[in-house]
């Protein structure tokens, strides 16, 4: 199973329940909303799709099956520009 991490050298910073995400080295700001803003704080320890989506599932009420699609598709795109990586 796939684990994932932040990328080094980042900075965060949570502003109206939304998180903006500065990466100096790949020259981009990127904006999540909060369950991004989630994701992204359990993300300085490596995390599997299944534990991030158990998380959210838990903190929203919410069904793990359906939290696992959104959470794939946020890590797909994290990964895509550099702000996460594969832990390991």
């Known amino acids: 199973m796939a684990t994932y991490i932040r990328a080094t050298d980042s900075e965060a910073v949570e502003l ?3 998180w903006i995400i ?3 080295d790949q020259f ?4 999540i909303n909060e369950v991004g803003g989630v994701c992204w704080g359990l993300l300085k320890e490596p995390q599997t ?20 699609g959104d959470i794939e598709a ?15």
Request: proline fraction near 2%; charged fraction near 25%; charge should be negative.
């Open 16 to 18: 109206d329940q939304e």
């Open 22 to 24: 500065l990466h100096p």
């Open 28 to 31: 981009t700001v990127t904006k």
């Open 49 to 68: 799709v299944s534990s991030l989506a158990g998380h959210i599932a838990r903190q929203y009420e919410i069904d793990s099956e359906e939290a696992e």
């Open 74 to 88: 946020f890590l797909l795109h994290m990964e895509q520009i550099g702000m996460i990586r594969h832990a390991g």
